[in-house]
């Protein structure tokens, strides 16, 4: 029976005729044969192009620079703005009678962590001048990025422990300080410095310095004292031993519990010795009910220190702890933190119960008359998001009030000292974001 067949190249039909007996290898229909062809006369544009889709992550940001400059001026004032990265700190500071925020953000670029310093008008959100710009390799790197206010009122950066910076506000900058640090303190430092990490409230103005050979220093910066980190313990020791004067610290004081009990503590106002000038440590401290066995069973080992509580004994006599006072109501709470204070307020966080996704409260507290203010639950808050139940929210004391940052570390809310709202911020952190 004969076949019938197309020539690739001209389209020309042909037949062939089998013989009795004859065999030859099949071959494609001619409409089959023909598909494949335009398949193969297309291939090599077909590559190109799925060439150029596979660049696109590799040649889009080299060509953005170019395309936003080549945009007409009045498209450009339209334009996002470019993505600064993950917001990791944010504060607000006073010059001149403006506020101004100050927000730092994280990104990650090859084989480095980028920084950049972003100040806003916050009552407009207009940037103020260019982002300052930070890079240190990611490898390596630890720790977190923080903006701490220091006891002498300015602002001070630390990235990962690995810089040191404090902020100018007549430049809007942030000036770096590790060159300072290491001419200050040459014998100790003189050979460079690898890391550098504020301490927390419990030590106030002071950082944890690595040198070059390994070696840790705790640095009071502020008073120009340096002592070596292993022996910082027994220095205190007998520095207080010879303090005259005394100061208070707030802060929540866990509570004696059953092994594998959630922790419970309640708020405690201290009190410690204290001389000017030199450094301050409020060193934590077992609190124990008078009657309960440890203290019955080991009199001579504790000491009464108020509010029928005992401590050991060598928070006394080596730490400097004085007496202590428990707010009222003494109720205990769960994750229950100091989040900021300042003259005559604290802001205070706490999970009424051990399971955080029911959401944390937040309160103000008066010093003076030791009452609350101001409260308020997580869900009574919007702007401050819901994660975790608000666990990632956080606080600190600014010019007029207090700062409240979401759980995504924006700014969300300044309140006043009654609690009252005086900006929010939601919308210019939504609009930062995009």
């Known amino acids: 029976m004969p076949h019938a067949f197309a020539c690739l190249q001209c389209g020309a039909q042909f037949r062939l005729e089998q013989l009795q007996g004859?065999?030859?290898?099949?071959m494609p229909a001619s409409a089959d044969a023909a598909s494949g062809a335009r398949l193969r006369r297309h291939l090599p544009w077909?590559?190109?192009?799925l060439a150029m889709l596979v660049s696109i992550p590799w040649w889009l940001p080299r060509l953005q620079p170019g395309l936003r400059l080549s945009l007409p001026a009045a498209w450009q004032a339209k334009a996002p703005p470019l993505a600064l990265g993950r917001s990791e700190a944010t504060t607000l500071i006073e010059r001149n009678g403006q506020r101004l925020l100050v927000q730092l953000y994280e990104n990650r670029e090859h084989d480095d962590v980028?920084?950049?310093?972003?100040?806003?008008?916050?009552?407009?959100?207009?940037?103020?001048?260019?982002?300052?710009?930070?890079?240190?390799?990611?490898?390596g790197s630890s720790g977190s990025a923080e903006l701490q206010f220091f006891s002498d009122g300015q602002l001070y950066l630390?990235?990962?422990e690995r810089g040191f910076w404090r902020f100018d506000p007549g430049t809007l900058r942030f000036v770096d300080l590790q060159p300072q640090l290491s001419a200050r303190f040459a014998a100790q430092l003189g050979e460079g410095i690898v890391?550098?990490?504020?301490?927390?409230r419990d030590r106030p103005d002071s950082l944890e310095v690595t040198s070059r050979n390994g070696s840790k220093y705790l640095v009071y910066w502020l008073l120009g004292q340096i002592w070596p980190a292993a022996d910082s313990s027994?220095?205190?020791?007998k520095a207080q031993a010879d303090y005259r004067q005394e100061t208070a610290f707030y802060r929540y004081e866990s509570l004696p519990r059953p092994t594998g009990e959630e922790n419970r503590a309640v708020l405690v106002q201290s009190w410690w010795r204290h001389e000017p000038g030199q450094p301050l440590h409020f060193g934590y401290f077992d609190l124990q009910p008078g009657d309960s066995r440890e203290v019955q069973t080991s009199l001579r080992s504790y000491v009464p220190i108020g509010d029928g509580y005992f401590t050991p004994r060598y928070a006394t006599q080596d730490r400097g702890l004085l007496r202590i006072k428990v707010v009222q109501p003494a109720v205990p709470r769960f994750h229950a933190d100091v989040m900021a204070e300042n003259a005559r307020r604290l802001l205070l966080a706490?999970?009424?119960?051990?399971?955080?996704?029911?959401?944390?409260?937040?309160?103000?507290?008066?010093?003076a008359s030791q009452q609350v203010v101001w409260s308020r639950t997580i869900d009574q808050l919007p702007p401050l998001g819901k994660r975790e139940g608000g666990a990632y929210v956080t606080g600190q004391a600014v010019s007029g009030g207090f700062l409240l940052l979401n759980d995504m570390r924006q700014?969300?809310?300044?309140?006043g000292e009654d609690g009252a709202v005086l900006q929010d911020f939601s919308g210019a952190a939504e609009g930062a974001a995009r």
């Open 114 to 139: 980028i920084y950049r310093t972003v100040v806003r008008d916050a009552a407009t959100g207009t940037s103020l001048g260019e982002p300052q710009r930070m890079a240190m390799p990611w490898a």
């Open 195 to 200: 890391g550098v990490a504020p301490k927390g």
């Open 46 to 49: 077909v590559l190109v192009l």
């Open 350 to 367: 706490y999970n009424p119960s051990p399971v955080r996704q029911e959401g944390r409260v937040i309160q103000l507290l008066d010093k």
């Open 22 to 26: 004859q065999a030859y290898p099949g």
């Open 234 to 237: 027994s220095l205190y020791e």
């Open 158 to 160: 630390f990235l990962k």
């Open 411 to 415: 700014p969300a809310l300044l309140i």
